[in-house]
């Protein structure tokens, strides 16, 4: 079984501050990468995705990926409140487009007013 | 449009009886996901269908965990008999295609005592 790995926090900001949310996967061959965001009680809704190495940015988040590393990161600038919620990395097993999305446990952020 | 809908929204039921969830995935979206996910932890892959076809069922407990998916829409996960450890979220996902993003539904919070 493939491993996604994230540190479950919960990890504090301030708000107004970047929240920089963190994983490492087991499959080197993987291609796929997602960013999840779930908030307490609701399910999980897709915020980024990324495919290639370097940085790929969508409003206040950015994605960043390291393949050498093994390693997906996401950044949230000017973090919200309304940001606090647990986020999900989930990586894609293999190199092609079919293999089953395998999920971290979550890292739960707080947003601090 | 419309988002996975998924039904009932909640279901306590006793050990060793049955149970079944619903799922209408979005319009268009020839795959199909169950995935369940425990407290504090990422969702977890039960089973994928492509049209009516189960393409990945490997993580599903055959012994007590079945699924069908008539007429390529519509699906129906069952657990029968239930015990205490299916005590978890199951959630339906859906997307236009094996590569593309996962569309996640509201989930059942299943609670067996």
């Known amino acids: 079984q493939k491993e996604v790995e994230q540190n479950s926090g919960p990890l504090s900001v301030p708000e107004g501050a970047i929240a920089s949310l963190n994983c490492t996967y087991s499959d080197r061959g993987s291609q796929s990468f997602f960013w999840y965001r779930q908030y307490s009680g609701k399910s999980p809704e897709l915020i980024m995705f990324?495919?290639?190495?370097g940085d790929k940015e969508d409003g206040r988040f950015t994605a960043q990926l390291n393949k050498a590393s093994q390693y997906v990161s996401l950044l949230i600038r000017d973090s919200q409140p309304s940001d606090s919620a647990t986020y999900l990395c989930a990586v894609r097993e293999g190199s092609g487009n079919t293999g089953k999305l395998i999920f971290g446990q979550g890292t739960t952020l707080q947003v601090k007013p | 449009e419309a988002g996975v809908v998924q039904s009932p929204r909640y279901k306590i039921i006793e050990k060793k009886q049955p149970v079944a969830f619903w799922c209408n995935p979005i319009?268009?979206?020839?795959?199909l996901y169950w995935y369940l996910q425990n407290l504090g932890q990422g969702p977890e892959l039960l089973i994928r269908y492509e049209n009516e076809e189960a393409v990945d069922d490997s993580q599903l407990p055959k012994d007590r965990f079945s699924a069908e998916r008539l007429k390529g829409v519509d699906s129906t996960l069952k657990i029968q008999p239930a015990e205490l450890g299916d005590s978890a979220v199951y959630l339906c996902?859906?997307?236009?295609?094996?590569?593309?993003?996962?569309?996640f539904g509201n989930g059942t919070r299943l609670t067996v005592t």
């Open positions: 990324i495919y290639s190495n």
């Open positions: 996902a859906s997307s236009s295609g094996s590569g593309s993003p996962l569309h």
């Open positions: 319009s268009g979206h020839n795959t």
